[in-house]
């Protein structure tokens, strides 16, 4: 599996179903090595919330085209959000490991 996060913070973003624009700051993206598909975890970014606070985690499986345009997908089968679930909960739990992992490549 392919994990990618970076030091410095990353945004993008994405508009809702009425086209509103949202901003979301990216927590990580990974590819799923079975399927090649790409997953992508963001949090609101304009929200303001303390370190203590839990914020809500928004994750979407994407396709990137040739003009570094991104394409996303809701995560609708019980199967792949078990999965990104359990990558989540890995991050959340060690993610120096993710850092370290990254560091190497």
């Known amino acids: ?4 996060q970076t030091n410095e913070p990353e ?3 994405i508009p809702d179903e009425d086209g509103n624009e949202n901003r979301f700051e990216i ?19 304009d929200e303001d919330t ?3 606070e839990e914020q809500e985690v928004y994750a979407f499986r994407y ?8 394409t996303f997908y809701p995560i609708e089968e ?3 959000w078990d999965m990104v679930e359990e ?3 890995t991050f959340m739990a060690e993610p120096e490991d993710f850092e ?3 560091a190497g490549r």
């Open 27 to 45: 927590l990580f993206t990974f590819e799923q090595d079975e399927t090649g598909k790409k997953y992508m975890l963001v949090v609101p970014a």
């Open 63 to 70: 396709e990137e085209d040739g003009d570094d345009k991104l």
């Open 50 to 52: 303390d370190d203590e």
């Open 87 to 89: 990558v989540f909960n």
């Open 100 to 102: 370290e992992d990254e």
């Open 78 to 80: 019980e199967a792949e």
């Open 1 to 4: 599996m392919n994990i990618h």
């Open 11 to 13: 945004f993008i973003v």
